[in-house]
């Protein structure tokens, strides 16, 4: 069994007209023995920028500590606060650092992003576990669930949906793609970032 | 073949393994005639004498299908004007790539079918789609067996005013496209075959064809090893089968000059 | 060993199998069932070729769609027909679906240590005239749903089905339950949008779709008007219907 899905777990983002979406499930398995519903693995990394690590546990807590540590040398530095961009190539280049000895996480990030002309423009972004950017327009998706998130998203995703209709989008793709993996599931939780507010919600999954 | 290395026929087989608890000459596995694969069934084998690409399209008048006169073993050029177009009753071309043995078996099994419906004389003909049906059949039993007859093979033909070109294989897969390439020629040809064939079939004319596939054939020359400069060309339609004398590929290779490791060595 | 000995050792290294790619789905209305399949054959990163069905009308109420190794999908097919063309010389009539999916069963459970090795769903019309989809693995455990997705883009098309379908997740309003079925027009929306979707992130989905709906006896047209490229394929019109709707897909 590979660890990448030891300890299962997924996570998507969603871009919506002026708002993002991130959210996960909140199973930590040991292969298919559930541990806890309560394993969160998104986290704010400033109030516009959240990352999510899907993959083995321990690397979730150790990347989490190690962007929590780089990002603030960067905030020292530069006297500001990180765009999620930045911190897109942030996670890749911490990630790549350990090309052949890799952490088992595929982040995802989703953010707003300051413009030149001072408005926030969603921004999301996934890697691979070493570090590979894939930027895109709709959404991203990672984790043991990652196929179905697809298939799902694919179908159900589209322009310029508002806050609370991204919501409802987001956590439906979320929890019928998770309900159809063994290794996600128990739970979920969706963060919708707008200009003014970020919403939190934890949902109610199935637990079986 | 003996698997056994104490079996090779060492002038003193005890001189090996002298030291071990149990020596391999002393164990009864090494008693003479006791090869536990000497009578085994050989069945699943491996191409020895083998093809290269077969190409066909579907054109205008019918279908066309190109095929070089290579049989390799292994590496080796081996038989340099083997014929692996082969002409099925009047309205049928099978080409073949792959174990140069298994096909002239199918050869042997088709001319006994062709002989065989013509001496019933009811005014009915095998047509390629029947000749692609019997064929899909006797691969598909063969893989079922463990036993197959490794080749990919193409049928093609022209009858009732009707194209027909089709692939079939060792495990007994099944397929049809108005273009068509085994091995290599999947890879390297039928890009550049689906551009021109895909969606013309009905107004393709036969020069515009020919030319295509000779142009193929000659990049499949340049790039895969296992090809040859000389192949033949054959055309069913409306008036039957046709296969051409062999034909050569011109090439150029000036362009090698300038680069190192391909021409003369100039530092 | 297929001749049942294993007195001799030997050595093997053919493997007599092969992933043919493509997707399959049914769904089963109240008084309707779905089937459809893309069209694209393919082996490795290769397409094969862009037209190669994968669903086959069976008879005027049965629907056959196969996936996995082609060969064995297309022998398997030929053995389904051959064996309801007996049935019908027999007994002058055609085999009921519940009847058909347990002789495809038995048919698939035959060839137990030697699989075919193709994912089957069948759909029709039961002889209540009510939908209905069967869904079967290589060797023969299958059961009645009302819809199912199988083949390369499983695991993309099922879980958008349960949420569009069996409406999975989504709370009802207040005294208004989920329908049971849905109307004809709105499941031939979502097979369309399922494939669609698989065909964006399945690089072995793609081509052409084919689209067969059957239709009980007596049930009307309704949801099949001003569809384009449909063609009747049932052999008599007053007992159950069968079309056919081709469409393309993106060939990349």
Redesign the interface.
Known sequence: MSIMQMNGGSVIAMVGKDCVAIASDLRLGNQSLGISSKFEKIFPMTDRVYVGLPGLATDVTTLHQQFRYRLNMYTIKEEREIEPETFAHLVSSTLYEKRFGPYFIEPVIAGLQKTPSGDLKPYIAATDLIGCLNFAKDFVVAGTAS??L???A???WEPDLEPEDLFETIA?TL???V??DAYSGWGAVVYVLTKDKVIKRELKGRMD | MDHFPTNWGRPRNDAYDAYNTYPLHHRPSAAPGHDKFADAVQRTQQPIVTGTSVLAIQYKDGIMMAADNLASYGSLARFKSIQRLHAVGTNTVLGASGDMSDFQYIQTLLDELVTDEFTHQDAHSLGPAEVHEYLARVMYSRRSKFDPLWNALLVGGFKDGKRFLAYVDLLGVTYSAPSLATGYGAHIAIPLLREVVDGRQDTLTEEDARKLLHDCMRVLFYRDARSLDKYQLAKVTESGVEISDSIKIETAWNFAEGIRGYGAQTQ | MPDGSFSNPQQRQFNPYSDNGGTILAIAGADFTVIAGDTRQSEGYSIQTRYAPKVFRLTDRAVLAVNGFAADGNMFVKKVKQRLEWYRHAHAKDMPLRAIARLIQTMLYAQRFFPYYVYNILGGIEEDGSGAVYSFDPVGSYEREACRAAGAAQSLVQPFLDNQIYFKNQAAAPNQPHPAHLPLSDVLAIVIDSFTSATERHIEVGDGLEIYVVLAKGRSVQGLEGVRSIQELSTKSDGDRVFVIRRDLKKD
Do not use: I, P, S
């Open positions: 196929d179905k697809f298939g799902v694919e179908g159900l439906q929890l019928n793609a309900d159809r």
